[in-house]
């Protein structure tokens, strides 16, 4: 079963030399875009694309090309004519910025919670923004931040997700047969809801996991262990 611990986002994102007004887009602007093909009006300047504007989506098999399907309305397996997982046969990876780093006139998403956690230095965690910028949608940002490089994920921005932990229900239900993941993932308690990380390294401040991480904390709700979340009725 599936066993919420997280809330990502996803933005638009664009590349360091871009001049495309982004923060402008509406969700239903984007959907113009994507769904529709048609042109949008946004800070003055008419945006059509394939002639101003280059419309990216992920490569083929991604989590994110999905979703971002589904917000857009488009189906993630026959891409429209003018959504595009590759320019120049250079495919638009996940979560990765080196396509948009190259192209001034392209937008795609982005995981908000990779982004911030690929800025936090983290162990294992490759730095692939490549400069990148995240936008609004809505005029809603996808992150709030005190200070620079101490963004924290938006959890109203109009584009989230949650993310989960994958578990047999008999196991890690209450009174499951396996008391180690009951205490790994069952209720808002339990040690992938409430871990902290030292960070920095050696700093002797330790802060949530989920948070340096990039994600935002789901409350109450990390950890339910609900029926309507089983992926197999007996498992």
């Known amino acids: 079963m599936y066993v919420p611990f997280a809330l990502d986002a996803v933005a638009m994102a664009t590349g360091p030399a871009s001049t495309i007004p982004a ?25 059509t694309p394939d002639v101003n504007i280059a419309l990216l989506i992920p490569q083929s098999g991604s989590g994110l090309r999905q979703f971002w399907a589904d917000q857009m309305q ?25 396509l948009l780093e190259g192209n001034s006139r392209a937008i795609g998403p982005f995981s908000v919670a990779s982004w ?12 692939r923004r490549e400069g990148v910028d995240l936008h609004a949608i809505n005029r809603i940002q996808p992150y709030t931040e005190a200070t620079p490089g101490n963004e924290v ?4 921005f109009p584009v989230t997700r949650q993310v989960y932990n994958v ?29 902290t990380t030292e960070h920095p390294a050696g700093s002797g401040t330790f802060v949530s996991t989920i948070e340096l991480y990039g994600f935002a904390s789901l409350g109450s709700g990390c950890g339910a262990v609900l029926e309507s979340l089983r992926a197999f009725p007996n498992g």
């Open 23 to 47: 923060d402008d887009f509406t969700l239903a602007d984007l959907r113009t875009l994507y769904r529709d093909g048609d042109s949008v009006t946004v800070g003055g300047t008419t945006y």
């Open 74 to 98: 488009i189906s993630a397996t026959t891409l429209p004519a003018w959504v595009h997982d590759q320019i120049a046969t250079l495919p638009f990876q996940e979560n990765d910025g080196t």
């Open 116 to 127: 911030i956690g690929q800025g936090n230095g983290l162990p294992g965690v490759v730095d």
């Open 153 to 156: 994920l938006n959890p109203v």
């Open 167 to 195: 578990a047999a229900y008999n196991e890690v239900r209450t009174g499951g047969t396996d008391a180690s993941l009951r205490v790994a993932f069952n209720g808002p308690t339990s040690r992938s809801c409430t871990s």
